[in-house]
C-alpha cells in the first residue's frame, strides 16, 4: 500500500475576493515525483504557500504525514516539513555550505564549531552524487547549479520528506538540468517525495511519475506515464500551438550579415566566430550557461573582447568609445523586463518613450510628438497606453510595454534574455507573437536562453554553444534534426551520475 505524504483536499482559497484556488485536489505518495504543469500562474504562488506553511484557509483540509494539519476552521500558521528549491536562493550567502547546513539548522546547540568534522559529515552525502563541492566554499562563490545542489542536500540532511522544485530549468543549463533531474530520481527511490513544477510538459515528462494539469487555480487532469504524450496533450494546448507565429523567411543565400564575431575571446569564450543575418531570429542556446553572461557585456559595450573582433554592419562595434550600444543600433530586453524594465511611479507612455531621447540626441518630446506616437500605437496596445497606474496592469500589458518601447526605438538588433523565464503557456505564446512583431518590422531578434523552450516557433537559425565554443549550428530547414537531438538528451537518465567539477 502507498504511504501518503500530502494530500490536498477540496482546498479552496479567496484573496481579495478573487479565488485563487477552485476546489483543488492533490495527492502525494512517498518517494513519487509529482510533476505539477501550469498553464498558467494563477494560483500557483498560492498553492505552494499553502504547503510550505499552514495559512488560513477558505474551505478544504491539508494533510501532511497523514495527520490534519490545516483546514477551513482552524490554520496553526505552523510550517510544515517541507524544502522549496527555486532560482531564489535561500542559502546565506556569506556563510560556508557546511554552517547553511548543519549550524542554521534548527536544535543545533554546539558552542564550539569544529568545521573539519562538519566537513566530513557533508562529504558523505556529497560523496554518493559523485560532487566535488568543498564544504568550507562560501555560499557567494557557488555556481547556480551548485547553489540548488547545496539546497537539495539541506533538505535531505534536515529530514525533509517533501521538496517543491520550482522553474529551475529556466536559469541553469541544460547539462545541469539533467545532472539534477538524475539526483531528484535518486533521492526519490530513497523514499523522498518531490512536487516538480514547470511550465512545459516536455520537461515534466522527462522524470516524473505522474503529472498534474494546472489551470485557474483548478487540475484539469492526472495524467499516468502511459499517457506521457503530446496527443493527452493536445486538447490543452492546441489553441498554443496552432498559432501562426512560423516566419517563411526568405532564403538564406539572400540574407546579409548583420553581427559577426571573429575569433572573440573572453574568459568564457574560447575563440567563437559566427555571424548574424539581418532580420532573422537566431537562437543561441548555450548548453553549460557560460557565455551568455560575456554576450550581453559584449553588446552592451561594458567591456571588449580580450582578443577577435566583433563587427556590426561591417563596421568595428566598438569604435567611437563615447557612443551608446542604443546609438550604435543595440537594444536589450533583460529575464524577467516587467521587474526590471519598467518604471511603476510613470506613466504607460512615459515608459514606451523613454528611449527615444536617449537614441536621439537632442530630440524634444513634445505634445505633438506624444499625440502621434499614441496614434500609431494605440491599435497594438489599446486603452492601457493612457494608463497611468502600471501595478493593476496584466502581465499582457506589461510586457507589450517592454517590448513596443524596442518597436518604437526600431534598433537593428535586440537581445532577449531568457524571454520565456517564468512565463506560464500563454504567456509564452504572447511572447512569441510580440518577437515576431520585432521581425515584422525588420529588426534583428537575437534570443539568449539555456533551454529551447518554444523558441523554434520563431526562430530562424539555432547556435549552439558548448564550453565556451560553437559546437553546432542549425537552419530552420534543419530544425527537425535539432528536435531528434533534444530528444535524446531528453531520454531517460542514466542512473549513473556525471561528476560535477568544482572550480
Not at 580580450?306 to 561591417?314: A, E, R, S
Request: hydrophobic share 40%.
Amino acid at each position: 500500500m502507498k504511504e501518503e505524504i500530502l494530500r490536498l483536499e477540496n482546498l479552496t482559497q479567496v484573496k481579495d475576493e478573487v479565488l485563487l484556488l477552485d476546489n483543488f485536489n492533490l495527492h502525494i505518495f512517498k518517494g513519487e515525483i509529482m510533476g505539477l504543469v501550469c498553464l498558467n500562474d494563477h494560483g500557483r504562488n498560492s498553492l505552494m504557500e499553502i504547503i510550505c506553511q499552514n495559512v488560513p484557509i477558505h474551505f478544504g483540509r491539508v494533510y501532511f504525514n497523514d495527520q490534519l494539519v490545516n483546514d477551513y476552521i482552524h490554520s496553526s500558521m505552523s510550517r510544515n516539513k517541507v524544502a522549496l528549491i527555486e532560482k531564489q536562493s535561500k542559502l546565506v550567502e556569506d556563510l560556508t555550505v557546511v554552517d547553511n547546513i548543519f549550524v542554521l539548522r534548527r536544535g543545533f546547540k554546539k558552542y564550539l564549531i569544529n568545521k573539519k568534522v562538519l566537513n566530513s559529515q557533508f562529504q558523505i552525502f556529497a560523496k554518493e552524487l559523485e560532487l566535488s563541492i568543498d564544504g568550507k566554499e562560501y555560499i557567494c562563490n557557488l555556481s547556480p547549479f551548485e547553489k540548488i545542489v547545496v539546497e537539495l542536500l539541506q533538505a535531505i540532511i534536515h529530514g525533509v520528506k517533501l521538496i517543491l522544485v520550482k522553474d529551475i530549468s529556466n536559469f541553469i543549463s541544460a547539462a545541469d538540468l539533467k545532472r539534477f533531474q538524475s539526483f531528484i530520481q535518486y533521492y526519490s527511490k530513497q523514499g523522498y517525495s518531490f512536487i516538480y513544477i514547470c511550465n512545459h510538459h516536455e520537461e515534466a515528462f522527462q522524470i516524473c511519475s505522474r503529472v498534474s494539469l494546472m489551470e485557474n487555480g483548478k487540475i484539469l487532469k492526472v495524467l499516468n506515464p502511459n499517457e506521457f504524450n503530446d496527443a493527452m496533450m493536445a486538447p490543452y494546448i492546441a489553441e498554443f500551438y496552432n498559432n501562426n507565429l512560423i516566419n517563411n523567411s526568405e532564403n538564406n543565400s539572400k540574407k546579409q550579415g548583420i553581427l559577426s564575431f571573429e575569433q572573440v575571446y573572453t574568459k568564457n569564450f574560447r575563440g567563437i566566430s559566427f555571424t548574424v543575418q539581418k532580420g532573422e531570429c537566431s537562437v543561441i542556446l548555450d548548453v553549460n550557461n557560460t557565455v551568455l553572461t560575456d554576450i550581453m557585456e559584449l553588446m552592451s559595450r561594458e567591456k571588449q573582447p580580450d582578443f577577435g573582433k566583433i563587427t556590426l554592419d561591417g563596421k568595428d562595434y566598438y569604435n567611437r568609445k563615447n557612443k551608446s550600444a542604443l546609438k550604435k543600433g543595440i537594444g536589450f530586453i533583460n529575464e524577467q523586463p516587467t521587474k526590471s524594465m519598467i518604471f511603476y511611479n510613470s506613466s504607460y507612455l512615459d515608459n514606451l518613450i523613454f528611449l527615444v531621447d536617449q537614441k536621439i540626441s537632442h530630440i524634444r518630446i513634445s505634445k505633438k510628438l506624444k499625440k502621434s506616437i499614441i496614434q500609431e500605437y494605440e491599435p497594438y496596445i489599446g486603452k492601457d497606453i493612457y494608463e497611468t497606474k502600471l501595478s493593476s496592469l496584466s502581465p499582457f500589458s506589461l510586457y507589450n510595454l517592454v517590448y513596443y518601447r524596442l518597436h518604437l526605438c526600431n534598433p537593428k538588433i535586440v537581445f532577449c534574455m531568457q524571454p520565456f523565464y517564468n512565463a506560464d503557456m500563454y504567456l509564452r505564446k504572447h511572447i512569441l507573437f510580440l518577437i515576431n512583431e520585432l521581425k515584422q518590422k525588420g529588426i534583428t531578434v537575437i534570443l539568449l536562453t539555456v533551454s529551447l523552450e518554444d523558441s523554434l516557433m520563431v526562430a530562424d537559425r539555432v547556435l549552439i554553444f558548448e564550453e565556451g565554443r560553437l559546437r553546432k549550428e542549425y537552419l530552420k530547414k534543419e530544425f527537425s534534426k535539432l528536435e531528434q537531438m533534444k530528444n535524446q538528451i531528453n531520454s531517460p537518465i542514466n542512473p549513473k551520475f556525471i561528476p560535477l567539477r568544482y572550480k
